[in-house]
């Protein structure tokens, strides 16, 4: 029996991508509205309520309204916006969180897709909050680097517009959010087990896709003295079952660029990489992964996959 899945902003960046996702699936009906209907609420309504599972692809009021919008009790959704990412009533969308949120995301009708950035930070840092190995009340830092993508179609026109690019000097990476206003902090906090948010930095550069998130820890700081090989050791461990998330060997120099980290190799996957370096008092722990893929419409197909009774992986791999 096929399922009706509708992408309430099929026109946007993530909505595209889940598109291409869903197109190569034989057993799911897409609907679809006529762009111009777009931000009617009586057509929208219509195709919310006939829809078996709707991904939430919109600006956070509009993503709020949409679901205001629904009476069919058996709507399921999937929300890609920053909307209720402290709502109680919905679930977070990051499978490998910990051993039960799996059936936890199985079992929801509501279920919200971690932000980017968020993804590289909480699955670094969750497993030595929960170990006890990172403090509750850790002075954590953490800076990503991201492609335009990211910051969708407007973003998008921008950077690729080469007038625009050379008038605004784009080419040079660009830190931005630097009074910590940045949309994706509360879940990090939340999330990764810790008492305060990070003092977390965000920079932009001229590449389309591809997301590196680093964060360094100093042993001096932590509730036990371990080296970086033992931090290693706990993340491998526990993620060792996980299809999706893949702690890459200690001795990674052979992953390098003649010594030089690669940001864009989970490019077009699912995947996210994590890279454990340092020594001494310096740990630092980097994740890489496509900000459109693991970052975005990949952790949504495969949250969808878990709600309506697909393998996990299905489409992903």
Same mark, same amino acid.
């Given at each position: 029996?096929?399922?009706?899945? *509708?992408?309430?902003?099929?026109?946007?960046?993530?909505?595209?991508?889940?598109?291409?996702?869903?197109?190569?699936?034989?057993?799911?009906? =897409?609907?679809?509205?006529?762009?111009?209907?777009?931000?009617?609420?009586?057509?929208?309504?219509?195709?919310?309520?006939?829809?078996?599972?709707?991904?939430?692809?919109?600006?956070?009021?509009?993503?709020?309204? #949409?679901?205001?919008?629904?009476?069919?009790?058996?709507?399921?959704?999937?929300?890609?916006?920053?909307?209720?990412?402290?709502?109680?009533?919905?679930?977070?969308?990051?499978?490998?969180?910990?051993?039960?949120?799996?059936?936890?995301?199985?079992?929801?009708?509501?279920?919200?897709?971690?932000?980017?950035?968020?993804?590289?930070?909480?699955?670094?840092?969750?497993?030595?909050?929960?170990?006890?190995?990172?403090?509750?009340?850790?002075?954590?830092?953490?800076?990503? =680097? #991201?492609?335009?993508?990211?910051?969708?179609?407007?973003?998008?026109?921008?950077?690729?517009?080469?007038?625009?690019?050379?008038?605004?000097?784009?080419?040079?990476?660009?830190?931005?959010?630097?009074?910590?206003?940045?949309?994706?902090?509360?879940?990090?906090? *939340?999330?990764?087990? /810790?008492?305060?948010?990070?003092?977390?930095?965000?920079?932009?550069?001229?590449?389309?896709?591809?997301?590196?998130?680093?964060?360094? /820890? /100093?042993?001096?700081?932590?509730?036990?003295?371990?080296?970086?090989?033992?931090?290693?050791?706990?993340?491998?461990?526990?993620?060792? #079952?996980?299809?999706?998330?893949?702690?890459?060997?200690?001795?990674?120099?052979?992953?390098?660029?003649?010594?030089? *980290?690669?940001?864009?190799?989970?490019?077009?996957?699912?995947?996210?990489?994590?890279?454990?370096?340092?020594?001494?008092?310096?740990?630092?722990?980097?994740?890489?992964?496509?900000? /459109?893929?693991?970052?975005?419409?990949?952790?949504? =197909?495969?949250?969808?996959?878990?709600?309506?009774?697909?393998?996990?992986?299905?489409?992903?791999?």
């Amino acid at each position: 029996m096929s399922r009706i899945v *509708f992408v309430d902003g099929q026109e946007g960046t993530t909505g595209l991508k889940i598109n291409d996702y869903l197109a190569k699936r034989s057993e799911i009906e =897409i609907l679809r509205i006529d762009p111009a209907a777009r931000k009617d609420p009586v057509v929208r309504g219509k195709l919310l309520n006939e829809a078996d599972l709707v991904f939430l692809c919109l600006p956070d009021n509009a993503a709020k309204e #949409s679901v205001s919008l629904v009476r069919n009790p058996r709507t399921k959704f999937i929300n890609t916006s920053s909307a209720f990412r402290t709502d109680k009533d919905w679930v977070y969308g990051l499978p490998e969180l910990h051993p039960a949120q799996r059936d936890l995301i199985r079992g929801a009708s509501r279920v919200f897709v971690p932000g980017c950035h968020a993804t590289g930070f909480i699955l670094s840092i969750r497993p030595l909050t929960e170990q006890g190995i990172v403090p509750e009340d850790y002075p954590a830092v953490c800076h990503s =680097i #991201s492609g335009y993508s990211g910051g969708g179609r407007a973003k998008i026109g921008l950077y690729e517009d080469p007038a625009v690019n050379r008038e605004k000097h784009l080419h040079i990476p660009r830190h931005y959010a630097l009074h910590q206003p940045h949309k994706h902090l509360p879940e990090m906090q *939340f999330y990764s087990g /810790l008492a305060f948010k990070p003092l977390f930095t965000p920079v932009i550069a001229d590449y389309a896709q591809g997301l590196v998130m680093s964060v360094p /820890l /100093l042993n001096r700081n932590l509730n036990r003295s371990v080296s970086a090989k033992e931090v290693h050791n706990v993340l491998s461990y526990y993620y060792d #079952s996980e299809s999706f998330v893949r702690v890459m060997p200690f001795d990674s120099e052979a992953y390098l660029d003649e010594g030089y *980290f690669k940001i864009a190799e989970c490019n077009g996957t699912n995947r996210i990489e994590i890279f454990v370096f340092g020594q001494g008092d310096h740990i630092h722990i980097l994740s890489r992964y496509d900000n /459109l893929g693991k970052g975005a419409s990949g952790a949504a =197909i495969q949250n969808m996959n878990l709600m309506l009774g697909f393998d996990e992986a299905y489409g992903l791999i």
